[in-house]
């Protein structure tokens, strides 16, 4: 509801113009929940982490399934392009933004189909990001202190 409500979608058959803005204001959104939420974990001694979700426009090769989802949903790729983007530019590893992964183009070389729809995933396509994240978060399990 909340992409609906950002990318101006009032009705599901609704395909919204193109707005370079509204994908800057979408990263400035997802930033500043990261900045909240870090507070969060430093007032409350826990370690947060934060993995950009990948979609069907992040994908190289698609199967034939995908490329039709593709096909109904390529009104929002230039949206999806521009976020990206932006997102990349700030956060770059200088700013150390050490808690965020993003695996927006995890699926950049992936041949097998992964997607069910244009965002959601396969048991395959969420095997490989748990893997993922799983490699970004196991330092924490090696840096636990024994009772």
Same mark, same amino acid.
């Given at each position: 509801?909340?992409?609906?409500?950002?990318? &101006?979608?009032?009705?599901?058959?609704? $395909?919204? /113009? =193109?707005?370079?803005?509204?994908?800057? +204001?979408?990263?400035?959104?997802?930033?500043?929940?990261?900045?909240?939420?870090?507070?969060?974990?430093?007032?409350?001694?826990?370690?947060?982490?934060?993995?950009?979700?990948?979609?069907?426009?992040?994908? &190289?090769?698609?199967?034939?399934?995908? $490329?039709a /989802? =593709?096909?109904?949903?390529q009104?929002? +790729?230039?949206?999806?392009?521009?976020?990206?983007?932006?997102?990349?530019?700030?956060?770059?590893?200088?700013r150390?933004?050490?808690?965020?992964?993003?695996?927006?183009?995890?699926?950049?070389?992936?041949?097998?189909?992964?997607?069910?729809?244009?965002?959601?995933?396969?048991?395959?396509?969420?095997?490989?990001?748990?893997?993922?994240?799983?490699?970004?978060?196991?330092?924490?399990?090696?840096?636990?202190?024994?009772?």
């Amino acid at each position: 509801r909340l992409a609906k409500r950002i990318l &101006g979608i009032e009705k599901t058959e609704s $395909k919204p /113009e =193109y707005n370079a803005r509204v994908a800057e +204001e979408a990263v400035n959104m997802y930033l500043k929940n990261m900045e909240l939420v870090q507070a969060l974990a430093q007032s409350y001694g826990f370690k947060c982490h934060f993995f950009w979700q990948p979609t069907l426009f992040g994908k &190289g090769t698609r199967s034939d399934y995908e $490329k039709a /989802e =593709y096909e109904s949903q390529q009104h929002l +790729e230039k949206f999806f392009h521009e976020t990206g983007r932006v997102l990349r530019e700030k956060t770059t590893p200088t700013r150390g933004d050490k808690a965020f992964k993003n695996l927006g183009d995890i699926f950049l070389h992936e041949a097998e189909p992964v997607y069910i729809d244009w965002m959601h995933l396969s048991e395959k396509g969420n095997a490989i990001i748990a893997h993922a994240m799983a490699e970004e978060i196991s330092h924490l399990f090696r840096t636990i202190p024994e009772k």
